[in-house]
């Protein structure tokens, strides 16, 4: 796969805002307080730059100290489905265009609404040994659970079923979607009625998911990783995933998916030869990213989702 071209990367500060139509919600109230990300009370800052995916470059939010979800509402004849979306960027930033309203552009088509959540970074996981360890408090995975929360407790506000809400993670967003299948303990105090809420999806979709095969084991061993919790409460889920990514080996997914199926859960993987990393749905010359949503919406079918 030939590199992706670099461009100059731009970043100054700015809250990021939705696109028109889109409506953006705290997740807590002002007078909550809540733990910082790593760069404290830094302002939130704005980028975009390196590198291009699909010709394109890709837009970020970071120093994010206050998250917000941003709801989108369906196109067409709502079908009562929700479904989460948790962009990626390696918990120092959130690509809020790349794998965030883009997939939500999608996701209202199919008569879905779609919630981006801008969650807080940076988070930077410690190493011991020479290796990233998990953080106990994981700060992007209690703004997810209080979406979650959220969303039931809203659910005839905003004209959803609580029982067809699902999410869709990418990179580091897809290692929040693994967290919020498998546990329902939260690390923060219960704020309101919606912390009181289930914080566990009812379908996980996950793409190029890392942080989850342990690889001191070996290679041909899909053992995962010491932090990595499996339940077989675990929701139905869908793995995507390119067979050559160069930052997210895909031995993180085949690990994940066994050890759920060993727990009884339904899981289904989308395996391709080519693709690399963080190709969002911006079409390039690999099939992956012009195949995977009809996938995808085969696969809500299946589940009873569509």
């Known amino acids: 796969m030939p590199p992706r071209k670099e461009v100059p990367k731009i970043e100054h500060p700015g809250v990021w805002q939705p696109p028109a139509g889109a409506t953006q919600i705290p997740l807590w109230p002002a007078n909550v307080a809540l733990k910082k990300p790593d760069t404290g009370d830094h302002p939130e800052a704005t980028g975009n730059g390196s590198p291009l995916v699909g010709g394109r470059k890709w837009h970020w939010a ?137 914080p566990r999806p009812d379908f996980a979709i996950m793409a190029y998911t890392a942080r989850l095969w342990d690889p001191d084991k070996g290679r041909n061993n899909l053992e995962l990783a010491p932090w990595a919790q499996i339940s077989a409460n675990a929701p139905p889920t869908l793995i995507i995933q390119a067979m050559n990514d160069p930052t997210d080996n895909v031995r993180h997914a085949m690990a994940y998916a066994l050890a759920l199926n060993d727990a009884g859960v339904p899981v289904d993987m989308r395996l391709y030869a080519r693709g690399g990393h963080a190709f969002g749905m911006r079409p390039t010359k690999d099939p992956v990213t012009t195949e995977w949503p009809a996938e995808v919406k085969q696969w809500l079918h299946d589940i009873g989702m569509l």
């Open 62 to 198: 970071s120093y994010i100290t206050r998250p917000t979800m941003t709801i989108y509402r369906p196109e067409g004849p709502n079908t009562g489905a929700a479904m989460m979306v948790l962009p990626g960027g390696g918990f120092y930033a959130v690509a809020m265009d790349l794998e965030g309203t883009e997939i939500c552009d999608w996701v209202t088509r199919l008569g879905i609404t779609c919630v981006v959540l801008k969650y807080r970074t940076p988070q930077v996981w410690p190493k011991e040994n020479g290796r990233a360890k998990r953080p106990k408090v994981l700060l992007g995975l209690e703004d997810a659970q209080r979406a979650m929360g959220l969303l039931r407790q809203r659910a005839s506000t905003y004209g959803i079923d609580p029982d067809k809400i699902g999410v869709i993670g990418f990179s580091a967003g897809a290692y929040l979607v693994a967290n919020m299948s498998n546990t329902t303990q939260r690390t923060y105090p219960v704020a309101d009625a919606a912390d009181r809420q289930s």
